[in-house]
Nanobody
Framework: QVHLVESGGGLVQAGGSLRLSCTAS????????MGWFRQAPGKEREFVAA????????PGVVLLEGRFTISRDNAKNTVFLQINSLKPEDTAVYYC????????????????WGQGTQVTVSS
């Protein structure tokens, strides 16, 4: 069993930045990929990006905008999501997820989920 805890969300003004963190505990050795998703009100959950402990990067469309950066600290079983130049449309609950699969890019490929952290961007 893997337990994921996210932190770092909050209320920020447009143009600001946030750094989300997600730390895995429990059977973290079983994880191959950790990813970030987001879900805005009334919308489907959207894949943001994922990274494996060996450095593989799985970018979502959102990551390709250039405002998001995913990174990790293997020693701490932690993955980060840096979001710069925040826009109101980035408002969503951001979820961390863990998968035993390599290069997992869809929600169905993830086995464990965090509780989510709210990001609200005011205009």
């Amino acid at each position: 069993q893997v337990h994921l805890v996210e932190s770092g969300g909050g209320l920020v003004q447009a143009g600001g930045s946030l750094r989300l963190s997600c730390t895995a505990s429990g059977s973290a050795f079983s994880i191959n990929t950790m990813g970030w998703f987001r879900q805005a009100p009334g919308k489907e959950r959207e894949f943001v990006a994922a990274t494996s402990w060996s450095g593989d990067l799985v970018p979502g469309v959102v990551l390709l905008e250039g405002r998001f950066t995913i990174s990790r600290d293997n020693a701490k079983n932690t993955v980060f999501l840096q979001i710069n130049s925040l826009k109101p449309e980035d408002t969503a609950v951001y979820y961390c997820a863990a998968s035993g699969r390599r290069l997992a890019a869809t929600a169905a490929q993830y086995d464990y989920w965090g509780q989510g952290t709210q990001v609200t961007v005011s205009s």
